[in-house]
């Protein structure tokens, strides 16, 4: 530089790009390694040591994080000659001593994980560390323990571990860690050593230990210590406890290796309903991993958690991406077997390093893992589709039907190919379902498909020609080439049809009446009902053709029941349909109650009767619908009784049919307020539309986990990063309502993340698409969300006119309360803008609409909050009407017990006293609040101002 104004230029600059490196994400542990190496090349250039320290300081915390432990013990070795060599002229805070210590003791639990680095280097470095910080607070027994013993274990001489950990008796932390981490440390080598007695004896008493000693991991960092032994006693519950508490506090600041040794116990304790959600997460994650031990670490967990799903089901997927980032499914055993190899590879070089088999024995194990859950198919496991033969190929189509449609298009796939297999009745069979599940791709097609098969069977096998050619005029009518009058007068089938047949096509006939004429359409369920009564008598049998009889699969009175199960469950929706346009006629057809309830005791039915694996796995589907339907039917008397019969559905769902569930559960958990239990909901139904590889129904699910998240207001960071992905991939695919839905998610997390500019882009793009479309008042409620951020931004005038425009689309809703309450808003946001007399109108219209409201409804505690905004109003210009009002406000909270209005008006209150010179009362105002939220932090800024 040849002159100190662009050099110090270029300083603020790079000092402006360090901070955004470090803190742009303000979360822990969230820390950006990407941008270091420019920056670390910038500060050279500028020739400034004491800027070329702190740059490295700060890439080598970043790189704990967020890189490679090679990048750290670069970064570090660095630093150490650099304050060997020019200690004199380095002028280092106190601060970055801490952060250069806290940083060095974390690299040292590292360092084994590097097979480039020698057992002996390893121990020389620990050596070299002591020596620098032995007789400081940076000094700790403990860790210079831990890694020895780590290293003995490497070499594989267990014992020697054992040793020498039984001889630390000092567990102090060094200066800027916690006691429960450091024992946790030492417990995970004793764990190593095979010593789980002693690492439960050291960690467990943390569990209940001395709150002050604990950190930001507690108490996942002391599960962490636990979950090994825990795991191989076969403690389940404790297991998944800790496994759930570890991947929330772990997974955002990717510690990888505790995610593994959680997957590792939930396999040990048959837990596969926990561990596979959790490795689907983090199946990206093993390139993330910071070493390469970490890397085979999460490897080996990762393949014995899907190497024990596909044990349990040989058709489970895993979506990858392809070499051109796109996805795609793979087998998980094939997955599996390619993680294991990775691993073995990564062994190798730590057995070469090690001089022992140590490292790789302990991942044989871990690799040799299953699952030993049970199977509740009757008559044994559902067969996977590739092991099926052609006539199981048929059977898969039909069953996996209703419970997994990816399965049933690979068994459409599969049997396409292997027609020539079967011949006569199988043959004909397989053709029909076939030409119908071409749907899925080319309707067009399936209609002459299905044309064409049905007349080239209708002597043979004339009932399923006839459903072939009502299904063909079904998908023409739905494709508007023809007119709804082709369905709705379409004929009866023939009484000189088997009775199944016969149930079968009156059900077909009300589904394709149903979206016309909903009162044919029960008729044709009555129909069918009235051949499966003359079954039941024992008047005719289901299947009266002796070939077809000896065709069947599994038991025909399971067969029967599961019909009958369909046809109430149908006539139970027409009739709720009818009620809501026709109540005449729906009264004349009867109370859907009955249809429930006899839906309900049909499926239990047969699901009691089925006599094969793929008739179970069907019935135990129409199971799960009729539980559905009950519970839809209970949701709005008994929304307990609804989430009992959905227990039992869940119970009994697999595949994508247990998304569906998961889905619908989801919603009625958050109307019941059990928002943590939504919130495990929808992150399995995320899981488990990825497993069945619909994308689609994945990123919708994530909309549902956002909202749930939002209601739990989660860190909107995290929901921001789980959103935005999900609405891109709508856009891609066109769903423009599946994309505006997640946008409103996004927008809402943008504005509790501060992101204000982003959150009015992203509300503005769903107002202009729902303007004129969406119902007035979700209208409303996206005018009111985008205006808070309007106010945030200091644009009062667009903030005011979308918070009128929210008033009046409240009024026209007939929603008087979210109209008074926005007024209420308005009310504020106009005084931060500086117009009192706007302001006063507002709440003048606010007083006007509770007069109105309360002579139908209680107001009270909605005229306390606008009591209390008319205070913070009128406080700078009148402060001793508004002490007053405050006093008021906060006796009525006490009152009702308003807790959460109590502690902003205790706040304000407080803020008052002070700036009116009256710091005894602030005290006695936030004491009281603190009683209620000890946490709070302007609770506790404003005592500590006054302390």
Not at 647 to 671: H, W, Y
């Amino acid at each position: 530089m040849t002159s100190a104004e662009p050099m110090d230029h270029a300083v603020s600059e790079l000092l402006d790009d360090l901070w955004m490196a470090r803190h742009g994400d303000p979360r822990f542990g969230h820390e950006d390694f990407g941008p270091f190496p420019s920056l670390i090349a910038r500060a050279d250039e500028l020739d400034d040591l004491d800027l070329r320290f702190l740059t490295r300081l700060e890439g080598a915390y970043a790189a704990l994080w967020a890189g490679r432990t090679t990048d750290v013990l670069t970064l570090i070795a660095w630093l150490l000659q650099t304050m060997d060599a020019h200690v004199a002229e380095l002028e280092v805070q106190d601060w970055q001593v801490e952060q250069f210590e806290t940083t060095f003791v974390d690299l040292l639990d590292s360092l084994l994980g590097v097979p480039e680095l020698s057992l002996d280097q390893v121990e020389a470095l620990v050596a070299d560390w002591a020596g620098r910080v032995r007789g400081t607070a940076y000094y700790a027994p403990a860790v210079e323990t831990a890694v020895h013993a780590a290293v003995a274990v490497h070499r594989g001489d267990r014992a020697a571990a054992i040793r020498i950990l039984d001889a630390c008796t000092d567990f102090t932390p060094p200066s800027g860690t916690c006691g429960p981490g450091t024992r946790a440390t030492l417990a995970a080598v004793y764990n190593a050593a095979g010593g789980y007695a002693q690492a439960r004896e050291l960690s467990m008493p943390d569990l209940d230990g001395d709150p002050s000693e604990r950190c930001g991991f507690y108490p996942a960092e002391t599960y962490a210590a636990l979950i090994e032994g825990w795991g191989r006693e076969g403690r389940r519950d404790e297991v998944v406890r800790a496994a759930a508490a570890i991947d929330a506090t772990y997974s955002p600041v990717g510690l990888y290796n505790h995610i593994a040794d959680a997957l590792v116990a939930l396999i040990r304790v048959d837990a596969l309903d926990e561990a596979l959600p959790m490795a689907l997460k983090h199946l990206d994650a093993v390139d993330k991993c910071s070493n390469v031990y970490e890397q085979a670490c999460l490897s080996a967990a990762l393949s014995a958690t899907f190497a024990s799903a596909a044990a349990a089901d040989p058709d489970t997927a895993v979506p990858r991406r392809d070499d051109d980032g796109a996805p795609v499914l793979a087998s998980a055993s094939q997955l599996a077997e390619e993680l294991a190899d990775r691993v073995r590879l990564a062994a190798a070089r730590f057995d070469v390093r090690n001089a022992s088999t140590a490292v790789s024995s302990a991942f044989e194990e871990t690799l040799a893992l299953r699952t030993a859950r049970s199977h509740r198919n009757a008559g044994g496991r559902v067969k996977a589709v590739v092991d099926r033969s052609a006539e199981e190929l048929v059977s898969g189509l039909s069953a996996f039907g209703s419970v997994s449609p990816r399965r049933s298009a690979e068994c459409a796939q599969a049997l396409r190919g292997r027609l020539d297999e079967l011949e006569g009745r199988s043959r004909a069979r397989a053709r029909h379902m076939l030409a119908w599940d071409r749907r899925r791709d080319d309707p067009q097609q399936a209609i002459v498909d299905l044309r064409g098969i049905a007349h080239e069977t209708r002597e043979t096998y004339p009932s399923w020609a006839a459903q072939s050619d009502l299904l063909a005029a079904l998908l023409e009518v739905h494709s508007s080439d023809s007119e709804p009058e082709t369905l709705l007068e379409w004929p009866e089938g023939d009484p000189s049809w088997s009775a199944g047949a016969q149930a079968n096509f009156a059900r077909l006939r009300a589904m394709a009446m149903a979206p016309f004429d909903a009162e044919r359409a029960v008729a044709a369920v009555d129909a069918g009902l009235a051949v499966l009564d003359r079954v039941d008598s024992g008047e005719i049998p289901l299947i009266s053709d002796p070939a077809s009889l000896a065709a069947a699969v599994g038991s025909t009175d399971a067969e029967a029941a599961a019909q009958r199960a369909v046809l109430h469950h149908l006539r139970a929706d027409l009739v709720g349909e009818l009620d809501g346009h026709d109540p005449a006629a729906a009264s004349i057809a009867g109370d859907p109650a009955g249809d429930v309830d006899a839906a309900l005791v049909a499926a239990r039915r047969a699901v009691e009767l089925s006599a094969d694996p793929d008739q179970a796995m069907s019935c135990r589907g129409g199971l799960v619908d009729a539980l559905q339907l009950a519970a839809g039917a209970q949701m709005h008397t008994d929304i307990g009784a609804a989430l009992v019969l959905m227990a039992e559905a869940e119970s009994n769902a697999k595949f994508a049919q247990l998304g569906q569930l998961l889905n619908a559960r989801t919603g009625l958990l958050l109307e019941a307020g059990e928002i943590d239990a939504a919130r495990d909901d929808a992150e399995r139904a995320v899981s488990v539309w990825t497993v069945e590889g619909d994308q689609h129904a994945a990123d919708s699910s994530r909309f549902d986990l956002a909202h749930v998240m939002l209601v739990r207001d989660e860190d909107p960071l995290a929901i921001i990063e789980l959103v935005e992905p999900a609405v891109d991939a709508m856009a891609t695919i066109g769903d423009i309502g599946a994309q505006l839905h997640g946008t409103q998610m996004l927008a809402r997390a943008q504005s509790s993340a501060g992101r204000s500019g982003e959150a009015i882009e992203s509300f503005t793009r769903v107002v202009d698409a729902y303007s004129g479309q969406a119902p007035i008042g979700m209208m409303g409620q996206l005018h009111a969300a985008r205006a808070v951020d309007y106010a945030e931004l200091k644009r009062f005038g667009e903030s005011l006119d979308d918070l009128d425009t929210a008033v009046d689309e409240y009024t026209q809703a007939g929603d008087d309360f979210e109209a008074a309450d926005t007024l209420r808003t308005a009310a504020l946001t106009a005084h931060f803008a500086g117009d009192d007399d706007r302001s006063s109108a507002y709440l003048s219209r606010a007083d006007h609409l509770y007069e109105e409201l309360a002579t139908s409804a209680p107001v009270d505690f909605e005229r306390a909050r606008l009591d209390f905004a008319r205070a913070d109003i009128i406080r700078d210009r009148e402060p001793e009407p508004a002490e007053s009002l405050l006093r008021d406000v906060a006796g009525r909270a006490r009152a009702a017990n308003w807790i959460g209005l109590l502690i902003p008006v205790l706040h304000l209150s407080a803020m008052h006293a002070i700036e009116n010179e009256r710091p005894d009362t602030a005290r006695e105002l936030l004491t009281e609040a603190l009683r209620h939220a000890p946490e709070h932090p302007a609770l506790t800024g404003l005592m500590a101002e006054l302390d």
